[in-house]
């Protein structure tokens, strides 16, 4: 089993930065896929970004490239992601998720993921 817990959410004006930190407790996580994702009110969750085990490979929905970077440091057993250039449609509740076994290239996929953490608020104003 494995926990994740979010944190680093917040209010910030339109340009602003915010980094999300996810802490995983339990096993696998330094063998785990992360992906982070995102459910504005009203909307469906959404793909943000997704590594694999070692970090080396991310992936980014195309709204977010460029302004978003996801990272990880399995000696912390942490997930990161910075959020720069923030806009008001950036807001949402932001979650991390983990999987020891991806199918294939479905990184974007919620329901690939088999752990989720409890989500932090991310708001930006304008």
């Known amino acids: 089993q494995v926990q994740l817990v979010e944190t680093g959410g917040g209010l910030v004006q339109a340009g602003a930065s915010l980094r999300l930190h996810c802490l995983a407790s339990?096993?696998?996580?330094?063998?785990?896929?992360m992906g982070w994702f995102r459910q504005a009110s009203g909307q469906e969750r959404e793909f943000v970004a997704a590594?694999?085990?070692?970090?080396?490979?991310?992936h980014y929905a195309d709204s977010v490239k460029g302004r978003f970077t996801i990272s990880r440091d399995n000696a912390k057993n942490t997930g990161y992601l910075q959020m720069n250039s923030l806009k008001p449609e950036d807001t949402a509740v932001y979650y991390c998720?983990?999987?020891?076994?991806?199918?294939?290239?479905?990184?974007?996929?919620?329901?690939?993921?088999?752990?989720w953490g409890q989500g932090t608020q991310v708001t930006v104003s304008s």
């Open positions: 590594t694999d085990w070692s970090g080396g490979s991310a």
């Open positions: 998720a983990t999987v020891d076994a991806l199918r294939g290239t479905y990184y974007d996929r919620a329901e690939e993921y088999v752990y």
């Open positions: 339990g096993r696998s996580f330094s063998s785990s896929t």
